[in-house]
């Protein structure tokens, strides 16, 4: 099975976005990151898309999953599907 794309909407002062990127550090998994303060268009994707400009945002192939939690049980549990950076 291809690994998924795994895209996250994230700005650095968010501490649940800390507790994400974390788990992400922790375990070498690639993943795009997309600061939504770095470019208004960045925010404004994740808001017309979600509907809210609530972070963490992980999207999945494309798929929006918000809640650290379930964003840390998520890629707990796919670990061995996701490609790493090491
Ligand atoms: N329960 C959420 C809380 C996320 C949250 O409150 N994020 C803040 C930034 S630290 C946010 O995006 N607030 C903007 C909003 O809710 O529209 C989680 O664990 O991911």
Redesign the pocket.
């Known amino acids: 099975m291809k690994a998924p794309i795994l895209d996250l909407y994230y700005f650095d002062a968010?501490?649940?976005c800390q507790r994400v990127l974390k788990v992400i550090d922790k375990h070498h998994i690639k993943v795009n990151y997309i600061d939504i303060y770095d470019d208004l268009k960045n925010l404004q994707k994740l808001t017309v898309i979600t509907g809210?400009?609530?972070?963490?945002c992980l999207f999945i192939d494309g798929d929006p999953m918000?809640?650290?939690?379930d964003i840390i049980a998520w890629l707990e549990k796919n670990l061995v599907r996701l490609t790493k950076t090491t």
């Open positions: 968010c501490p649940y809210t400009k609530m972070v963490p918000h809640e650290s939690l």
